[in-house]
Nanobody, 124 residues
Framework: QVQLVESGGGLVQAGGSLRLSCAAS????????MGWFRQAPGKEREFVATITAGGISTGTADSVKGRFTISRDNVKKTLYLQMNSLKPEDTAVYYC?????????????????WGQGTQVTVSS
């Protein structure tokens, strides 16, 4: 039974920073790629960043490139998303997900398990 629990969301001012965490339990965390997605009100869930099982960040959405960084700690079984220079348009529920394999992915269908999400609100 795989469980993913996000934390670290909250309310921040534009230009601020926030670090999201995703704690994994069950399964073998170090054997799978991971990803972050987000969903704003009235919009579809969109890709943010992905990382391979070995810790290689292979892709970041253009909208967050240069501002967000994905990383993982396979000993702590935790996925991270460092968010800097936050903008109001970054406001969304952020979800972490585990891929079907060791590789990374950009599509929703590339992922097998999802966390419950954590709210990030950026005020202007």
């Amino acid at each position: 039974q795989v469980q993913l629990v996000e934390s670290g969301g909250g309310l921040v001012q534009a230009g601020g920073s926030l670090r999201l965490s995703c704690a994994a339990s069950g399964g073998t965390f170090s054997s799978y790629g991971m990803g972050w997605f987000r969903q704003a009100p009235g919009k579809e869930r969109e890709f943010v960043a992905t990382i391979t099982a070995g810790g290689i960040s292979t892709g970041t959405a253009d909208s967050v490139k240069g501002r967000f960084t994905i990383s993982r700690d396979n000993v702590k079984k935790t996925l991270y998303l460092q968010m800097n220079s936050l903008k109001p348009e970054d406001t969304a529920v952020y979800y972490c997900a585990r891929a079907h394999s060791r590789g990374s992915g950009y599509r929703l269908s590339d992922y097998a398990y999802w966390g419950q999400g954590t709210q990030v609100t950026v005020s202007s």
